[in-house]
C-alpha cells in the first residue's frame, strides 16, 4: 500500500449513515481515503477488516461493493474521455 496526496484520491463519507464515494471530497464529517484504481477498490472489497478506522465504523460487504462499484464506473468513464 503506498501514500499519495489526498487531490489524487478518492475520498469516502458517511453520509446520513451510509457510506459512499465522496468524489468531489466535500461531503461534511469524516472520511476516508482509496487510491482510484481497480486493484484497490477489489482490495477494499476483499478486506477481511471489518473496521474503517478513518471513519469510525464498520463497512459491510454491499457498502464496499457499491463504493467499488462507483470507482469503477468513474474509471471508465475518465478511460472513455481521454
Do not use: W
Not at 484520491?9 to 476516508?32: C, L, N, P, Q, T
Amino acid at each position: 500500500m503506498t501514500q499519495d496526496a489526498k487531490a489524487a484520491m478518492v475520498r469516502i463519507a458517511v453520509v446520513d449513515g451510509h457510506v459512499e464515494a465522496d468524489f468531489e471530497a466535500r461531503r461534511a464529517g469524516r472520511g476516508g481515503y482509496l487510491h482510484p484504481t481497480l486493484e484497490c477498490a477489489e482490495r477494499f472489497v476483499s478486506s477481511k477488516v471489518k473496521q474503517f478506522r478513518a471513519l469510525r465504523r464498520k463497512i459491510d460487504r454491499p457498502e464496499r461493493l457499491q463504493i467499488a462499484a462507483a470507482i469503477k464506473l468513474r474509471l471508465d468513464r475518465n478511460s472513455k474521455v481521454e
